[in-house]
């Protein structure tokens, strides 16, 4: 049997280039600190696991980077989101994508994922703002599972959902991605 796959979806971790929006309130060079230890944090929390294979989805494409851990590199290749995603998906029967802007995502949050493709065919990991932070597919999916997708929009579970209207989804807990000062300001709140 094949091993679960976890994919990371990542930016390159270059100034200037990641997490645009919440550079605009807080500096280019803050946001790399931030994004820099997210990845380095959350690559050491789920990238060791023996329980699934783990490799970065890098954007863009070729570029040379440093990543916080070695891990298999795959390139996002061209296309919206949603072809991205799919593509990263595509050879795996049982595989799980992540983002990297999740502070409080884990192992268990990931092992909680591949559990529940063991009974649906879909998993999410809904986001604060409307979005998922989280998508798992197991061998039953749609063809096109992101079809007509409002992305960066308070739509974009409900959207996607929408593909699965014939599928079983399970939903894991609710967590909030960092895209603005705002957000990250709200996270800092709920650490104190």
Known sequence: M??????IFARAPRLGTVKRRLARGIGAM?????YRGQLAALL????????????ISATPDRVRARWPRRLPILAQGRGGLGQRMARAMRPHRRVVIVGSDIPEVGAADIAAAFRALGRAD???GPAEDGGYWLVGLGPRRPATPFAKVRWSTRHALADTLANFRN????????LRDVDTAEDLRALEKTRR
Do not use: C, E, P
């Not at 803050?30 to 931030?34: E, V």
């Not at 599928?167 to 609710?174: G, I, M, P, T």
């Open 2 to 7: 094949k091993r679960d796959q976890l994919v």
């Open 30 to 34: 803050a946001t790399l600190r931030f």
């Open 122 to 124: 879909a998993v999410f």
């Open 167 to 174: 599928h079983r989804v399970a939903l894991l807990r609710r």
């Open 44 to 55: 050491g929390a789920v990238g060791r696991d023996r329980r699934w294979a783990t490799a």
